[in-house]
């Protein structure tokens, strides 16, 4: 069974968030929660609060703020083909992939709001022809969500903090993150704000590495069967 301690004394009741640093991490501790819930001899129990960052940020809104306070949400199949529409309308090239480079900009997206890093430096940097394709695909999609009036993953943690800032709210009563080597200023930014609020919060520790076993197999065939 799992060592994983950010599990200890976690209330099922929904009042504490784990926030995993990726989907791979919160698979991982929800399975070993339910490990923990059959050892324990139980037979059912309710889906713990365990959230992949990126899936975080909508459960939050909904837990903490009305839908009337928030502008109409954006998921990330609507985004991916708005960021398309926006590329296909600067780039003629038969050859380019679009949904595929349309992924690849609303990654950069989310990373560039993660680290906080304004669209307007990024046009100003831009220097290969990608980049520039990039940048300008950029602006044309933030103006896209303006004029829609709309949020995506990666602009709805910011009006997050911004609606949390110098008001009552229903927060969690606890907030435990766990896998982050580095935690973004956007999500640092957030968890000040439900601290402000009532919200206490944590960064869990990761289990102690296990030891590693190196293993040779006679084909790559072999090898994946394994």
Do not use: K
Not at 52 to 62: F, G, Q, R
Not at 162 to 172: D, K, N, S, W, Y
């Amino acid at each position: 069974m799992s060592d994983y301690r950010v599990l200890d004394d976690f209330p099922e009741d929904g009042s504490a968030h784990i926030v995993a640093a990726n989907r791979r991490l919160a698979r991982a501790l929800q399975q070993a929660w339910a490990d923990r819930q059959v050892a324990a001899g139980r037979a059912a129990w309710r889906t713990p609060a365990i959230h992949a960052l990126s899936d975080w940020y909508p459960a939050l809104a909904e837990h903490v703020i009305a839908d009337s306070e928030l502008p109409a949400r954006i998921n990330e199949l609507q985004s991916r083909v708005l960021w398309e529409q926006c590329l296909r309308a600067d780039i003629d090239d038969p050859f380019i992939r679009f949904p595929a480079l349309a992924r690849s900009c609303r990654d950069a997206w989310q990373r560039l709001h993660d680290w906080c890093v304004p669209i307007a430096e990024v046009q100003e940097a831009a220097r290969g022809q990608d980049q520039r394709w990039f940048a300008r695909a950029a602006g044309a999609y933030a103006d896209r969500l303006a004029a829609g009036g709309w949020l995506d993953t990666a602009t709805l943690p910011a009006a997050l903090a911004e609606r949390l800032q110098g008001r009552a709210a229903t927060v969690p009563q606890d907030v435990r993150t766990c896998g982050f080597d580095r935690m973004p200023p956007l999500l640092r930014s957030v968890l000040d704000a439900l601290a402000a609020n009532g919200t206490r919060i944590t960064d869990a520790p990761m289990p102690a590495g296990r030891p590693r076993r190196f293993l040779r197999f006679a084909s790559a065939d072999a090898e994946l069967r394994a």
